[in-house]
């Protein structure tokens, strides 16, 4: 029978491949070469590095990430020893999205103006930035867009220079992979002279990869009080973070943008799917279904004296309050990977059935264009 090992807190996982596979399941930081001796394959998250250390001189054939990053996977040692692996693009867009849509409603609530007389920059328009671009165009903002591996392919049209982004942007949010390839080095792309450019108050958000930003430019441009504000879910060094870059970031969460349940249950099942369609399960189709309900999730909501960035800002902030997790991670930074590890329930907005009040046919759509629905 084949043998999987996998990473004992990836959800909703257990249960899917018993009747198919011998599965055992072991903490991320216990899973070394000695448990892979008799393994065929891996399911696992971005704690656990594949490389030769790890996997040389095992039977391990298939390796599924269920995560959108796979810069933990040695892809050329892999290749070299005919190992596929996957990992779960797009998995996590919408919880990155709701994430920012949070940041954004905080942001609201602290800029002279509202969110539709401003202008978003996003670096990066793949799953997630395609996301939050649609987001943005419900919220009535300036979309600027910057992707150079997009911007190659597709020509310059829908596409803005970064230059010009940074100077006209109120808010620059990063959604990029991190890659040091003479192609698309995103390595500390967001450093002094990217600060420098930007326009004076404008809010960064960065919620890909800690290492595309340089912990020290983001300090001084904070110091220089260049930035308006910053809101940060990735570090450099975690889970050992820059506790002055810690303290003075308005927002700081522990790389949980995309932890919603529902991001966790597309990754997973995206693995069990790469990992049935491999060995021939026939489990091509597998998907949870035992992702709990919040417990808000039948909730009154009326639209009484409400402009749409009131509406936007409370039914933002009801299916997911971005200041919680930010306060836990001020007072105890040293739990970074705790927290991560026991992430509370958050379910995206598909997962809500507003019983509206006082809201006409304008205004009901806009609720459901954020994504919620009505009862």
Not at 217 to 229: R, T, W
Request: proline residues 5%; negative net charge; glycine residues 8%.
């Amino acid at each position: 029978m084949i043998k999987i090992v996998a990473d004992h807190k990836i959800p909703f996982l257990k249960g899917a491949l018993e009747g198919v596979a011998l599965v055992e399941y072991r903490p991320a930081a216990e899973i070394s070469h000695e448990h892979l001796k008799d393994a065929d394959a891996l399911i696992i998250r971005t704690r656990t590095r594949c490389n030769e250390k790890l996997l040389a001189g095992t039977p391990v054939r298939f390796i599924a990430t269920a995560t959108i990053g796979h810069d933990h996977i040695d892809k050329e040692y892999c290749e070299a020893h005919n190992i596929r692996w996957t990992n779960a693009p797009g998995c996590n867009a919408s919880s990155v999205g709701q994430y920012v849509a949070s940041a954004l409603a905080y942001i609201s609530g602290r800029h002279e103006k509202p969110l539709h007389e401003l202008t978003i920059g996003i670096i990066g328009v793949g799953n997630t930035g395609r996301m939050v671009e649609s987001l943005a165009s419900t919220l009535g903002m300036e979309i600027l867009l910057n992707d150079p591996p997009r911007e190659k392919k597709e020509g310059p049209k829908d596409f803005t220079d970064l230059h010009t982004l940074l100077e006209k942007s109120d808010i620059v949010t990063l959604h990029i992979p991190l890659e040091q390839t003479p192609e698309n080095n995103t390595f500390h792309l967001a450093g002094k002279d990217f600060f420098n450019l930007m326009k004076k108050g404008a809010w960064f958000i960065n919620s890909s990869r800690g290492e595309v930003a340089d912990t020290k430019a983001i300090l001084d441009a904070i110091h220089s009080k260049h930035v308006g504000g910053t809101v940060l879910d990735v570090w450099e060094n975690e889970p050992d973070i820059e506790p002055k870059l810690l303290e003075l970031s308005d927002i700081a969460t522990p790389h949980i943008a995309g932890y919603s349940a529902d991001g966790k249950a597309n990754g997973t099942a995206l693995s069990v799917q790469a990992i049935s369609n491999f060995f021939g399960f026939g489990l091509g189709d597998w998907y949870p279904d035992n992702i709990p309900m919040p417990a808000n999730a039948k909730t009154s909501f009326s639209c009484r004296n409400k402009k749409r960035q009131d509406i936007f800002r409370e039914l933002s902030l009801l299916s997911y309050n971005i200041l919680q997790d930010s306060d836990t991670l001020k007072k105890s930074p040293k739990t970074f990977e705790r927290q991560r590890e026991n992430y509370p329930l958050r379910r995206e907005p598909g997962a809500y059935d507003l019983k509206v009040f006082q809201c006409d046919s304008e205004k009901m759509k806009f609720i459901r264009e954020l994504g919620f629905g009505i009862g």
